[in-house]
């Protein structure tokens, strides 16, 4: 295969666009940003050569350089036409990213809409950027205010989010922006209240995780079943925990299962711990008077309780209710 560049500049030196340090290094694969380099050396030349020698002459495995150059296409990084592999020009691809949707309209303008957008951008720049944020997160930040409708406080906390998590790339960004969105934030007060939601089901999350004894997290389906029970339902940890105790005669109590006993009581209208504890008193002591019944008449139609034969399913009504 051959490496060529697209710009027609060919010194002694090395030119590294700086837009590939700020948009696209930072959260590249360390050896897939050595692939990059190498190859924009190769293209000074127009040097031939194969994935192999490249695999050797980098000292990486040749899965490696395969995915590398694969993940550099994807990212329009670099451009292969049959043989030939052509490094794109990022500085005109972050132009474009700029100017082709505003024909008229610039950075500055994207910015300049208002005073607080401007204040929260420049905040973000100076601490997440060290003041030297790439031009392209101007249109994107712009862009996150008009589609979302977010303040310059969840601005920011939403840039502070993904850099405490070592995420601050724009895939990442968006998807929790488009998160926090479906959550109907949009103020600080959102924000907050989210936050408190959130911290309130973890912390339900982990005493499931404890009281069941389990020795690993809980799956993305088994939480689901929890942020239910506690965000729809508004169930706390002492309710739910009636029904754990439901498990204790199982080997693998399974979340189906448990969601099967809470769904119950919240269709029953059961909102309290009080009133589903009195319910189960209720049941517990129906069954009893069933099993009296149909231990002391032979020959007699048994008795049939309606209410019991509809939940019949959930394990003979709890098991041990």
Same mark, same amino acid.
């Given at each position: 295969m051959?490496f060529e560049? %697209?710009?027609?500049? =060919?010194f002694?030196?090395?030119n590294?666009?700086e837009?590939?340090i700020?948009e696209?290094?930072?959260i590249?694969?360390?050896?897939? *940003?050595?692939?990059?380099?190498y190859?924009?050396?190769l293209c000074k030349?127009?040097s031939?050569i194969?994935?192999?020698d490249l695999?050797?002459?980098?000292?990486l495995p040749l899965k +490696?350089?395969e995915?590398?150059?694969?993940?550099?296409e994807?990212n %329009?990084v670099?451009?292969?036409m049959?043989d030939k592999?052509? =490094?794109?020009?990022?500085?005109k #691809?972050?132009v474009?990213?700029l100017y082709?949707?505003k024909?008229?309209?610039?950075a500055?303008?994207?910015i300049?809409?208002? /005073?607080?957008?401007n204040?929260i951008? +420049?905040t973000?720049? %100076?601490?997440?950027?060290?003041?030297?944020m790439?031009?392209? !997160?101007y249109?994107?930040?712009?862009?996150?205010?008009?589609?979302y409708?977010?303040d310059?406080? #969840?601005?920011f906390?939403?840039?502070?989010y993904?850099?405490?998590?070592?995420? =601050?790339h724009k895939?990442?960004l968006?998807? /929790?922006?488009e998160g926090?969105?479906?959550n109907?934030?949009?103020t600080?007060?959102?924000?907050?209240?989210?936050?408190?939601e959130?911290?309130?089901?973890?912390?339900?999350?982990k005493?499931? *995780?404890?009281?069941?004894g =389990?020795?690993r997290?809980?799956?993305?389906?088994?939480?689901?079943?929890?942020?239910?029970?506690v965000s729809?339902y508004?169930?706390?940890?002492?309710t739910?925990?009636i029904a754990?105790k439901? +498990?204790?005669s199982?080997?693998?109590p399974?979340f189906d299962y448990i969601?099967k006993?809470?769904?119950? !009581?919240?269709?029953?209208?059961l909102?309290?711990a009080?009133?589903?504890n009195?319910?189960l008193?209720?049941q517990k002591?129906k069954?009893?008077?069933i099993k %009296?019944?149909e231990g002391?008449?032979?020959?007699?139609?048994k008795?049939?309780d309606t209410?019991?034969?509809?939940?019949?399913?959930l394990?003979?009504f709890?098991a041990n #209710?």
């Open positions: 051959t560049q %697209n710009l027609s500049m =060919l002694s030196d090395l590294i666009p837009v590939f700020s696209y290094m930072c590249a694969n360390g050896d897939y *940003v050595k692939i990059y380099l190859c924009l050396f030349y127009g031939e194969s994935p192999l695999s050797k002459r980098l000292s +490696t350089v995915q590398g150059l694969k993940y550099w994807e %329009n670099i451009i292969k049959q592999y052509t =490094l794109a020009d990022l500085k #691809v972050e474009d990213k082709k949707p024909l008229t309209s610039s500055e303008d994207a300049s809409k208002n /005073v607080l957008h204040q951008i +420049t973000i720049n %100076n601490t997440f950027f060290q003041g030297v790439s031009p392209a !997160w249109t994107d930040i712009d862009f996150l205010f008009s589609k409708q977010f310059e406080h #969840v601005m906390s939403l840039f502070k993904c850099f405490d998590r070592q995420a =601050l895939k990442y968006y998807a /929790v922006a926090w969105a479906s109907n934030i949009k600080a007060d959102d924000l907050d209240k989210y936050y408190i959130y911290e309130k089901v973890s912390q339900i999350k005493a499931i *995780v404890k009281k069941l =389990l020795s997290k809980l799956s993305q389906y088994e939480e689901a079943y929890v942020e239910k029970w729809e508004g169930y706390p940890l002492e739910i925990e754990l439901k +498990t204790t199982r080997t693998n399974s969601d006993i809470i769904t119950d !009581w919240h269709d029953r209208k909102n309290s009080e009133e589903i009195q319910f008193k209720e002591q069954q009893k008077e %009296n019944m002391g008449k032979t020959n007699v139609q008795y049939t209410e019991t034969n509809q939940y019949a399913n394990k003979k709890y #209710v």
